[in-house]
């Protein structure tokens, strides 16, 4: 399906895929797993047991028991209508405030928008770091000098709703300012 993970199409076993339950169930727990290809395994597993030495028994006994008893899917679903209810606020507000902009196409909690090359992206992202939204370019996702396009990465997985539109407010007013583009 559409929200299948890559790792569902691999076919060719090239795919390694990574989950963490820390967003679905709380961020304190450090379990996670990994699928990964045969050819990798073997170093993986090595690897993994040379740097933990002591995973937490008790963490994953209880991840163990919370999945098999159901309450897992149940507190999945339950967060999951509450990031989807979250992205359709983005996408609205990101429609109606800076439709101007070209940004994120689909209902999604990591959204982002394409700035106009002459906004100064380290004043205006400290510009609205100052009042209070907290932003971040793409540029680290990047080698240096690698990407040179102006997107300002979203992110609105733990914001409340009436505080992402609060942002999105402050984004668009911060584009007016002259103060955040290049002389």
Not at 12 to 37: C, D, T, W
Not at 64 to 83: A, Q, T
Not at 156 to 163: Q, Y
């Amino acid at each position: 399906t559409k929200n299948d993970p890559l790792f569902a199409q691999d076919i060719k076993e090239q795919v390694i895929y990574l989950k963490s339950f820390s967003k679905i169930m709380f961020p304190g727990l450090r379990i996670g797993l990994a699928v990964l290809p045969p050819p990798i395994l073997n170093t993986f597993q090595k690897f993994r047991m040379t740097i933990d030495i002591d995973s937490s028994m008790i963490s994953q006994a209880a991840l163990y028991l919370y999945i098999k008893s159901g309450m897992f899917e149940h507190n999945k679903s339950k967060v999951s209508s509450i990031y989807h209810k979250r992205a359709q606020v983005l996408h609205q507000l990101l429609q109606n405030h800076l439709a101007n902009y070209e940004s994120s196409s689909e209902i999604v909690m990591h959204g982002h928008i394409l700035l106009p090359r002459q906004v100064n992206m380290k004043l205006f992202i400290r510009y609205l770091y100052e009042q209070g939204v907290y932003l971040d370019s793409v540029e680290s996702n990047y080698l240096s000098n690698f990407h040179k396009e102006r997107v300002l990465k979203l992110n609105v997985s733990n914001v409340e709703n009436h505080r992402v539109e609060e942002g999105i407010r402050k984004i668009a007013d911060a584009l007016k300012k002259r103060g955040n583009y290049f002389p």
